[in-house]
């Protein structure tokens, strides 16, 4: 079934993953809707819970759309989390005050490893629901991006119960177990493709996959496990709806060291954290795909001078885009929840400002 949504007024984001030339350089934050804006601590506290906002439709959409209200960002990214898709798969999702999420059935062992299956996308509804409502409510202002977790970022949260420093568990898997890894993988994989699809479905205009701890693998072990699973995920992904392009995106954090194995799996962009230097992934990626990135987001805490600086040596690396290249101003990672909303209204302006004076 399609859904008639309103024309798009700024494709300048899409425009950009897509190497078609832009008029200035678009942006959106990671994390853009979230702790940083006391509008969005309001509305979290009438949710009464994280889960309770997130599984919400209508609260997700109030927090999505409350950073585009305050900053002229190019997109909007739709409000939820990366473990929607585990909690489908019955593991358990809740969140500890102070200690993150954690999964009450965690995988621990063969029989664990071996009953899991898929989600029922119809347990997700809570999630296609805000995406239609949140693109009906945008009324074309700007795209709306969906994403997910990659599946080697949800496997570490699956087998290690929650966040870790050191990823014992899913490395010890991984390593004495690789057949065991491989099977949660495949099935993750599974399960991202036909999520990001019913977000496409539902109106997403593009999709990301965050492979937060892709970074966190050796070389080699990266490719065989988190690089290879993503593959598999572009291949099932729907690169189109009603005739309409729907880019992708994907960002490992730490994975500047294998950015052209990256560029290679499909995606139109890749992200970068502020590890990596713009104008030498440019030259290293060539024409293959668009870059994301990639100012430290502990910049927003410097004088607006400072910001204002730094957004200027991001846009003036990457360089003039041409025909062929295309370049998306983002966070190196996720905005800080202690990010003055002052200094991201300075480095919208300053982004929307330098870049069109690098065009020239």
């Known amino acids: 079934m399609s859904i008639s949504f309103a024309p798009l007024k700024n494709d300048t984001f899409l425009r950009a993953l897509l190497r078609q030339p832009t008029e200035y350089t678009p942006l959106w934050l990671m994390r853009q809707a979230g702790r ?8 979290r506290a009438r949710a009464g819970s994280f889960l309770g906002l997130a599984k919400n439709p209508d609260y997700a959409t109030e927090v999505t759309l409350q950073p585009l209200d305050r900053f002229p960002l190019d997109a909007a990214i739709l409000f939820s989390d990366i473990l929607t898709v585990p909690d489908a798969m019955g593991l358990g999702l809740y969140f500890a005050d102070g200690e993150g999420p954690k999964f009450e059935r965690p995988l621990r062992d063969e029989k664990a490893v071996l009953a899991l299956r898929e989600p029922d996308l119809a ?4 999630v296609f629901d805000a995406v239609t409502q949140i693109r009906a409510e945008l009324n074309g202002r700007v795209p709306l991006i969906g994403f997910s977790g990659s599946p080697w970022t949800l496997a570490c949260y699956m087998v290690e119960g929650g966040g870790s420093d050191d990823f014992r568990s899913v490395k010890t898997m991984l390593y004495n177990r690789p057949d065991l890894m491989q099977h949660i993988l495949r099935t993750n994989a599974a399960s991202v493709a036909a999520y ?10 593009a999709v990301m996959i965050f492979d937060t701890w892709g970074g966190a693998l050796a070389d080699g072990a990266y490719q065989q496990f988190s690089l290879a699973s993503m593959r598999e995920v ?19 954090k730490g994975g500047g060291l294998w950015l052209e194995e990256i560029a290679g799996i499909g995606a139109d962009a890749v992200g970068l954290d502020w590890t990596v230097n713009l104008a030498s992934a440019r030259q290293r990626v060539g024409d293959r795909v668009a870059l994301q990135g990639n100012l430290d987001p502990v910049v927003l805490f410097a004088d607006p001078g400072q910001i204002q600086a730094e957004v200027a040596k991001v846009l003036e ?15 190196g990672h996720g905005i800080s929840q202690f990010t003055p909303p002052d200094s991201v209204a300075v480095m919208v302006e300053a982004v929307h400002r330098i870049s069109r004076g690098l065009r020239g």
């Open 234 to 252: 572009m291949r099932q992904l729907k690169r189109e709806k009603d005739g309409v392009r729907i880019p992708s995106i994907v960002f490992t």
């Open 123 to 126: 347990s997700l509804q809570y």
């Open 36 to 43: 940083y804006l006391p509008e969005y601590r309001a509305t």
């Open 196 to 205: 990001l699809n019913a977000q496409i479905d539902a109106g997403a205009q």
């Open 317 to 331: 690396s990457f360089g003039k885009p041409q025909a062929g290249s295309g370049h998306v101003f983002n966070l």
